[in-house]
Structure formats: structure tokens, C-alpha cells
């Protein structure tokens, strides 16, 4: 169970992540929920990546160990 939970936090941060680099491309100066960061468009367009780099990890991690306990096919 702790798994799919685990899966599903991976999943919703790379959604809105991913999200939020798009929208920061798309508009330099909407730096969303990590504007309070600091280092300007740069900063938060790194933290945007780095955050989806770490839910997309986390995903593929839980989704491993699930499967490895026979709870995925």
C-alpha cells in the first residue's frame, strides 16, 4: 500500500512541476510556487526541472518495488 501511495506523490509532483516549467517558458515572469526561491528565471526554472526529475525517479522507484512484491503485472 505505502507503494502506491509513494506513486501517486511521484506522479502529482511531476504533474505539477512539469506544469510549472512549462508555464515559466512560456512566461518568464510567472515563477509560480517557487518564486520565492530567488536566483530569477534561471533559479526557478532548475528547481521546476530538478522537481520533476525527483517525482519521475520517486515514480519509477515505487512502481519497481510494487511490482517486485507481485503487485503490479
Do not use: C, E, P
Not at 5 to 34: N, Y
Request: hydrophobic fraction near 50%; charge should be positive.
Amino acid at each position: 500500500m505505502k507503494y502506491d501511495i509513494l506513486q501517486g506523490i511521484g506522479a502529482v509532483v511531476t504533474v505539477l512541476f512539469a506544469q510549472g516549467a512549462i508555464r515559466l517558458l512560456v512566461d518568464h515572469d510567472d515563477t509560480g510556487l517557487l518564486g520565492g526561491l530567488g536566483g530569477g528565471f534561471g533559479g526557478a526554472l532548475t528547481a521546476h526541472l530538478a522537481l520533476v526529475a525527483v517525482g519521475v525517479l520517486l515514480t519509477g522507484w515505487s512502481h519497481s518495488k510494487a511490482k517486485a512484491l507481485g503487485r503490479r503485472g
